[in-house]
């Protein structure tokens, strides 16, 4: 009997994830219009400082070895330091994602004192207009300001992440440069439709000329940019991207939301992939070990209507928040299917299609254009 | 390769699964699978042993398989997860 | 007799077919803590 594939075994979950997402507030000083956790207001049933330790005692303890927190702003928990700080000395590395206004001089300093932290500015424009159409007027100047307090300070490399989508795939020679400029590393990701992302998906996603040139372009430069395997879909076009090529989404990920629901990964903030609570008794580590949602994701998913595709290997049917975002089945193809077959599916729907699934709460601040507001 | 005396690197966390085990190398953040329960032993039994030659042959690993363990150890080596330990005086 | 070309006799530490498998493939495999889609 032949021993499963590592994705295979991994596919069957593990006892604790490798590294997971923390969004650890729904506030946020800005209103990108593709926020996937459709954040502005903070939320009153916020998990406390005491009940957030109490979550990283049970990371240290499931030996999780990595966490990405974000939100919303992160920076803008006021106990935003003191957690970073209990977790790297509890053994959990840390990489924080912020919009970078918060990241003055001083933070700057005190963040290149620490160990075991990395940090990733979000940018979506190597220009104030292409950056600022999506994040908001002014969201460009603060980042690159954020960039170069962490140079100044000597933070070392950090990240810039961007999510690709139509308007700047034309850039991504001139990120890749803008990060090496500053000794950083970029990092490209997959546009989805969660969030605030639902209805700005029609506008933002890219074309499939464009899906097929950020292919080509990623395969041109290998190891120096990371993507978070976000583009495993792309990987039926040829040559598979680097990356596990797999959802891992309640296998070997998860999102801890700032309410302290767990779901399968960032961007299925919705009843059918909530798995829980860590408020519930057993915590974080009961969900992830036993809930009904992780376990069936555990199963061995159906290929269902691309059971007969020969790209199905590569692709593995794709995202299933792209797929049910856009009320399309999980058992079929990703909206961005490379051979077509999930527009096809859409354009069918498209008269009859009823409304699609809609993100399972909404901090937008009511009537925010994405417009940044300045700090006072 | 035979004749090095290596260890498990004390910025890697090693963690038991299934299959195997995940290394987790704190510094440079990469994250090694290592696919195979007798990979996890030889890596856990080399710091007790003189060489990688010693530690095989203490974990019982039949030598038609050591050219596999060896191109593993090689690969952890290079990842920063196996160091050469400070000799103790 | 047919003198067929065969592996170097294994004596496997357990006796499982999965041990021969594997003398082909890497035992190691490194991916980036990046490299897992569903985190941010």
């Known amino acids: 009997m032949s021993p499963r594939s590592l994705v ?79 977790a790297v000395h509890n053994g959990i590395g840390v990489k924080f994602s912020t919009n970078g206004t918060y990241l003055d001089a001083t933070a700057a300093r005190r963040l290149a004192t620490m160990d075991y932290l990395d940090v990733q500015i979000s940018l979506d424009g190597v220009d104030g207009p292409t950056n600022d ?14 960039m170069d307090h962490l140079a100044d300070a000597g933070f070392g490399p950090f990240k810039i992440s961007v999510v690709v989508t139509r308007h700047n795939v034309d850039q991504l020679d001139e990120f ?133 595709c020969g790209s199905y290997d590569a692709c593995q049917g794709g995202c299933m928040a792209a797929k049910f975002f856009t009320g399309l089945a999980l058992d079929g193809p990703d909206p961005e299917c490379v051979d077509g077959h999930g527009e096809t599916l859409l354009a069918a729907a498209g008269a009859t299609a009823g409304a699609t699934p809609r993100p399972a709460m909404d901090h937008s601040r009511p009537g925010a254009q994405p417009v940044a507001l300045t700090r006072r | 390769m035979l004749g090095r005396r290596l260890a498990l690197d004390p910025n890697v966390a090693l963690r038991p699964e299934p299959f195997g085990a995940l290394a987790y ?65 | 007799m047919d003198d067929v070309a065969t592996e170097p006799t294994v004596e496997p530490t357990t006796a499982d077919a999965a041990d021969e498998l594997i003398e082909d493939e890497l035992l190691v495999e490194e991916i980036s803590i990046d490299g897992m889609c569903g985190v941010y």
């Open chain 1, 176 to 308: 890749k440069a803008l990060a090496d400029g500053y000794g950083a590393q970029l990092r490209v990701t997959r546009l989805r439709p969660s969030g605030r992302g639902a209805d700005s998906w029609a506008e933002l996603h890219p074309t499939n000329d464009q899906q097929r040139q950020i292919y080509h372009w990623l395969l041109g430069h290998g190891d120096g940019v990371l993507t978070g395997d976000s583009f495993f879909h792309l990987s039926a076009l040829g040559e598979p991207l680097p990356g596990l090529n797999m959802c891992g989404a309640g296998r070997v990920v998860c999102l801890i939301d700032p309410i302290g629901d767990v779901y399968a990964c960032p961007f299925v903030i919705h009843d059918e992939f909530k798995a829980g609570s860590v408020r519930d008794p057993g915590g974080f580590t009961h969900i992830w070990r036993d809930s009904d949602l992780f376990r069936d994701l555990r199963q061995p998913q159906s290929a269902g209507a691309c059971a007969s």
């Open chain 1, 8 to 86: 295979e075994q991994l596919k069957g979950g593990l006892d604790a994830p490798i590294c997971l997402t923390w969004e650890l507030t729904y506030a946020c000083n800005l209103a990108c219009v593709h926020c996937l956790s459709s954040s502005g207001r903070r939320d009153r049933r916020e998990l406390t400082t005491a009940e957030a330790i109490a979550v990283l005692d049970e990371l240290r303890a499931l030996q999780v070895f990595y966490v990405n927190l974000g939100g919303g702003e992160p920076m803008l928990r006021r106990d935003f330091f003191e957690l970073v700080t209990y």
């Open chain 1, 133 to 146: 159409h999506v994040r908001g007027v002014g969201s460009y100047t603060a980042a690159r300001r954020a």
């Open chain 2, 25 to 89: 190398h704190y510094g440079t953040r990469r994250l090694v699978f290592l696919k195979h329960p007798d990979v996890v032993r030889v890596v856990q039994a080399l710091g007790d042993h003189d060489s990688v030659a010693a530690t095989l042959t203490a974990c019982a690993i039949a030598e038609a398989r050591w050219p596999s363990f060896v191109a593993a150890l090689s690969a952890l080596a290079d990842s920063g997860v196996l160091h050469e330990p400070a000799l103790i005086s």
